[in-house]
């Protein structure tokens, strides 16, 4: 017996819709279990489990990314439906929702051949946006991440990035952490505008592409997209926003991830119809080409940090993972041997020390500026050595020049400002 396929018909009323019943009823093999109503009674199907494929109206009222990403969590495939002479890009739009397969409405004779097509998995007409000629491919993404009690994730992602930036490359610092990240604070922007948030409002409209340049920001040599004002909006970021910005920067060059701690699927995510809390780090873990580790040096980091990576290895398989042991310095006691034999049974690519240098650190923070901008360190230094660990700059030295150190000016207070006048006078 012909297995069947069934599929779901979301045409929101549109007048190709009675046509593409009736083709999709007079094909063998293809069973239409439900016209639906509108996009919610779509996404309420398709939890059930029985449906293969939706056909949907690209047009469809709501429809967006983190609707079809729903679809996917519960193994229905879409195809889009669209007017004839849509308007240029309808196709980049389309695969930017997730929609890989559309047919015209003027066409809908072949639309059950695009069905069975989808249900077996033959590859799609419709693929990707369409891409920048210009783009780059010196791509590399790189994920920060670390556990919880703020072992550094954001002092190393940025530094990282300096140190890309100082080798000629042009990075582009993307602040994923659903806490809440710090990434626009370490580098004293100050606008109440979210990139992230933005990010997520055009992904949702398939918007996103054409609008991709105008959400970041230069901050010295850096492209930065900074991320959520508040912690409690994560919700307004929807599914796939994370994977279609790694996507459109790694086109451009560099990508450095400053992700979230918390690594535990939310089990209530496909009860909600949205991603969970700790969507955004588990998309910036599986998107990474390299991960780095981060935790502080002490026995309550260390211990943290070796339970969270055996975690983190059943989310990455496959990417090479270095472990970096951030505030590193002598008088704990202990040698780099001693904290090496705690990760001796974790599959590692590397493991590296970060200095603590509380000086060249809150210079940077209470600046705004990078580590490679406020002149030689050894947290600096030690962060061009690890670019060179990792391989991120192929062909480039870690050699530093001398920078002029920009000195922190104090605030004035009305007691400096009184002595000054004092001084002035007595002249």
Known sequence: MEPRTCVLLAGGGTAWEPAALGALEARPG??????????????????????????????????????????????VQPVGVVPPGAPDGTAGRAAALGVHRLVAADRLLELPDAVLAVARDEPASVDAAPA????????????????????????????????????????????????????????????????????????????????????????????????????????????????ELVRLGRGQGPVVLDAGFCLEEDAAADYA???GRTAMTLAAVAEADVLLAVGSADPVGLSRLARGLGELRERSAAQPVHVVVNRWRSRLGWSEADVAGLFRGFDLAGLWFLPDDPQAADRALLTGRTLAEIGDSALAAAMGGLVDATGLAPGTSAARRRRRVLPVRPPVTRRARRASRGSRSGR
């Open 273 to 275: 119809g949205r991603p």
């Open 30 to 75: 293809v069973v239409v279990l439900q016209r639906c109503l509108d996009l919610t009674d779509l996404l309420a199907q398709a939890t059930t489990g029985r449906a293969g494929v939706a056909v949907l109206a690209l047009d469809l009222a709501g429809l967006d990314a983190a609707a079809v990403s729903h679809l996917a969590r519960h193994g």
């Open 132 to 243: 920048d000629p210009g783009a780059s491919t010196d791509g590399h993404v790189v994920t920060v991440w670390g556990p919880t009690g703020a072992p550094g994730r954001t002092t190393v992602a940025v530094g990282l990035a300096a140190e890309l930036a100082r080798r000629g490359r042009d990075p582009l610092v993307l602040d994923v952490d659903p806490w809440g990240g710090t990434v626009a604070q370490h580098l004293g922007v100050l606008d109440e505008v979210a990139g992230l948030l933005a990010a997520a409002r055009l992904a949702g409209g398939g918007r996103l592409p054409e609008r991709f340049a105008s959400l970041q920001r230069r901050v010295g040599d850096l492209r930065v997209l900074t991320g959520l004002p508040r912690a409690d909006r994560w919700t307004e970021v929807r599914g796939g926003t994370v994977e």
